[in-house]
């Protein structure tokens, strides 16, 4: 950490544009990492750039943060870190500023000079035609006598009202006194007649290639300024060695950065390792997961085909044990070509970067429950820290050109260490939990850190187009935005039909320098694998012997997370309130909620347990007869092959999450349906994300208390042919989409040519379209096969 207080060997006061943001990719690498890390160096951004749009700069985690910033050609004076007005450099300066609407006004004499619509303090900036400007020079400049203030121009055609005695150079002169600078310790950069006066003050100073004719004209004959061969980052290393400001032996010079020699082409970057593990005997034991109905599944289906990559994810620090392997074959027999590259992470940092940090302050966050969110700095430096080493396990895995696929909040700052590690590297990011809207997201008080952070990628998906357009809309109020593509969202997404609907959304933007592709590609589910499990002898059993249990009464299932989020008590209160409303039901509908538990350590889940399982006992102990218990509750996670026997022996499918990103557990339920010829009804959240995309489902309203009974009464009393009609137009979306299709949907959008993922879209859409109207019955091919 550089200390304000220790004597810099050099400070580096540079302007952005054309200087400290141009040049070679490698050079900037090489110049953003040298600055960033040797102690001896001091960063001052000059720039006629106004504070307020240098800010969407220092969210970009790929630049150096500067230690001081002159902003407005000079007029502005603020610490980096804080940005808050250095004083009383400042004061001096605002002293001799009569205030913008003086100016302004004085000005409207002049109806030939535009005034420049950017961000500004204490100048007022003007363009105007080069031959107009010539005629009325003198006149403006009687003018700013008037006012007391300077007239600077730029290019013939631009011209800055400003504060007396005020610019680039005389303001860096002034702040270089202030913190007792020495003179012969700081190197100005520039490349337009605007940094000239930084050259004027008798500063070192380079001029880096490509610079304005005019500027090298103007310091030809300067002794201390050096004309650089290459263009920014590059001329500014040139202008370091020429003039001797670090030793040839100073150990930051040309560190060498992670250049990485790895063999996959592609890096799955998850937070969680794709098996449990365990030490038996002194052996490491691999084993699947005990609750697989999720995403890891569907991300290692992606691998069954035996295509060739590495599987990055965090494991406990014990490297130091005997037989810890860094890398080791998730299975050979069913992913041949897959390798697990272990993060090696103390408890304690596994405690605050996961268990703590991301699910007290990201999760609430982003499921719209901002109060609840709580921020704590330590946490922060904690979460760093743990994606630092993240990125740099992806980097080491990672071949020459690779895709690297990057999932989920926990690793938000992944992209931007990576993208410096690894330049040449494709970046892909995928969110799997809801984004939500600015006002929300914008309590987060690293926000612009994890946008810029995010706008490292070269792609950035989401489920549903929603969720799209509230991470632009973050983003465009965090820095300018230009939307490059735009493309609708019907007939692939409900556009007015629910919560989360969209008519159209961004899918190419530029934000500073950086394009960034976007898109919708809702997860899909293995509808292989779930056709596997029901050819089981076993699951047939585990069927038969719910449909026994349950019969005749129908069955409501009900399987989430133990989480707030899931609204499983307004989901017992709904079902309470239809027991009173049509006492007929009682004896006849049976509501089975799995509510798979949190890890011990997650404390924030255990008042929720408490508040569920006593609204349990109130519904059973009011309710329940001899013969039947209205509510069977069990908290505790099932081996997937019974969760699918589950699907298939229900009547009424029942998820309400409050909010959620996608939720997987409903296309598993529609599949098993689907595949079985049933007539299941699914009730669905319309503020989950898969309701935008599920037409067919019974969509509810999970915040009105009246809604959620009443949806639950109408899937109860369903007509048997409108079930199934629902359910065949579900069941043709989701066999469609499954998740080998959002697998190769998403990484062909990654790769591919703009306008693929629109292509694919519309063929998906037909060939679910196709399959659909070709079936009498949904699973009707694959029986007769």
């Known amino acids: 950490m550089k200390s304000p207080n220790d004597t810099p060997r050099m400070v580096l006061a540079t302007d952005?544009?054309?200087?400290?943001?141009?040049?070679?990719?490698?050079?900037?690498?090489?110049?953003?990492?040298?600055?960033?890390?040797?102690?001896?160096?001091?960063?001052?951004?000059?720039?006629?750039?106004?504070?307020?749009?240098?800010?969407?700069?220092l969210s970009d985690p790929s630049l150096p943060r500067p230690d001081y910033l002159v902003c407005d050609v000079g007029a502005t004076v603020a610490c980096g870190h804080s940005l808050q007005p250095l004083q009383p450099l400042q004061s001096a300066i605002d002293a001799r500023w009569p205030g913008e609407h003086v100016v302004a006004e004085a000005m409207r004499r002049f109806p030939a000079l535009q005034r420049q619509d950017v961000p500004q303090e204490r100048r007022c900036s003007y363009f105007c035609d080069p031959d107009v400007l010539a005629r009325h020079r003198d006149d403006i400049e009687a003018v700013a006598v008037e006012l007391g203030c300077d007239v600077l121009y730029s290019a013939d055609r631009y011209l800055d009202i400003l504060p007396p005695r005020t610019d680039k150079g005389r303001t860096l002169i002034a702040l270089a006194e202030q913190l007792e600078l020495a003179r012969d310790h700081i190197l100005v950069a520039g490349d337009t007649l605007n940094d000239l006066s930084m050259f004027d003050a008798g500063f070192r100073g380079v001029c880096v290639g490509r610079s304005e004719p005019a500027l090298l004209e103007a310091t030809a004959r300067h002794e201390r300024v050096l004309h650089a061969n290459e263009p920014g980052c590059g001329g500014i290393l040139e202008a370091i060695e020429h003039f001797d400001f670090l030793p040839a032996n100073d150990p930051y010079v040309d560190s060498p950065a992670c250049t990485g020699k790895g063999q996959s082409d592609l890096v799955m970057v998850y937070h969680r390792l794709p098996f449990d593990e365990s030490v038996e005997d002194g052996k490491r034991v691999q084993k699947r997961h005990a609750s697989p109905n999720g995403i890891i599944p569907s991300l290692l289906s992606f691998f069954a085909g035996g295509q060739s990559g590495s599987w990055v994810a965090w494991t406990l620090d014990d490297a130091k044990r005997p037989g810890f392997e860094a890398r080791t074959p998730v299975d050979p027999d069913r992913y041949p070509k897959l390798t697990a590259a272990r993060v090696p992470l103390a408890k304690s940092e596994v405690d605050a970067f996961y268990k703590r940090f991301s699910k007290e302050a990201f999760w609430p966050m982003l499921h719209t429950f901002w109060e609840r969110a709580r921020f704590r700095e330590d946490d922060w430096k904690v979460f760093l820290k743990v994606n630092r080493k993240f990125a740099e396990a992806a980097a080491a895995e990672a071949a020459p050109g690779a895709t690297v696929w990057l999932h989920d909040y926990n690793l938000w700052m992944v992209p931007a260490r990576l993208r410096e590690l690894r330049p040449d590297l494709k970046i892909a990011f995928f969110h799997h939990t809801y984004f939500p809207s600015a006002d929300i997201f914008n309590v987060v008080p690293w926000r612009r850190e994890i946008l810029g952070s995010l706008l490292s990628c070269d792609y950035i998906g989401?489920?549903?187009?929603?969720?799209?357009?509230?991470?632009?809309?973050?983003?465009?109020?965090?820095?300018?935005?230009?939307?490059?593509?735009?493309?609708g969202c019907a007939p692939r997404f409900l556009t007015y039909g629910c919560a989360v609907g969209l008519e159209s959304m961004v899918t190419r933007m530029r934000a500073g320098d950086r394009e960034v592709g976007l898109g919708a590609h809702p997860v899909g589910t293995d509808v292989g694998r779930i056709r596997d499990v029901l050819a089981q002898r076993s699951t047939r059993n585990e069927i038969e012997k719910l449909r026994r249990e349950i019969s005749p009464r129908k069955l409501v299932l009900s399987i989430e997370r133990l989480d707030y989020t899931k609204g499983t008590l307004e989901k017992l209160n709904a079902f309470e309130r239809l027991l009173e409303a049509q006492p007929h039901l009682a004896g006849k509908v049976t509501l089975l909620m799995i509510c798979v538990p949190a890890a011990k350590e997650m404390t924030i889940y255990q008042k929720l347990q408490t508040q569920i399982e006593q609204a349990v006992g109130r519904i059973n102990g009011k309710h329940s007869r001899l013969d039947w218990t209205p509510v069977r509750f069990f908290a505790r996670p099932l081996p997937f092959e019974e969760v699918v026997a589950h699907y298939a022996a229900t009547d009424v499918m029942w998820i309400t999450p409050l909010r959620d990103g996608l939720n997987l557990v409903a296309k598993e339920f529609v599949a098993t349906q689907g595949i079985e010829g049933g007539k299941g009804v699914l009730v669905l959240s319309e503020f989950a994300g898969a309701a935008a995309e599920l037409k067919g489902a019974l969509l509810t309203n999970p915040h009105d208390p009246a809604d959620l009974t009443a949806a639950l009464g109408q899937a109860l009393a369903m007509s048997q042919d409108e079930a199934e009609d629902r359910l065949r137009q579900l069941h043709g979306i989701v066999e469609n989409y499954d998740v080998d299709r959002w697998g190769k949907d998403f990484l062909a959008a990654v790769r591919g040519p703009d306008g693929h993922q629109k292509a694919s879209t519309r063929a998906a859409v037909a060939e679910a379209m196709a399959r659909a109207a070709g079936r009498s019955q949904p699973g009707e091919a694959d029986a007769a096969a």
């Open 16 to 57: 952005l544009d054309g200087t400290f943001l141009a040049g070679e990719p490698g050079h900037r690498q090489r110049l953003y990492r040298l600055v960033d890390q040797h102690p001896g160096i001091r960063l001052v951004w000059v720039t006629g750039r106004s504070l307020e749009a240098v800010i969407p700069l």
């Open 462 to 487: 989401f489920h549903i187009p929603r969720q799209v357009e509230n991470f632009v809309d973050v983003v465009r109020g965090a820095m300018p935005v230009e939307v490059l593509e735009r493309e």
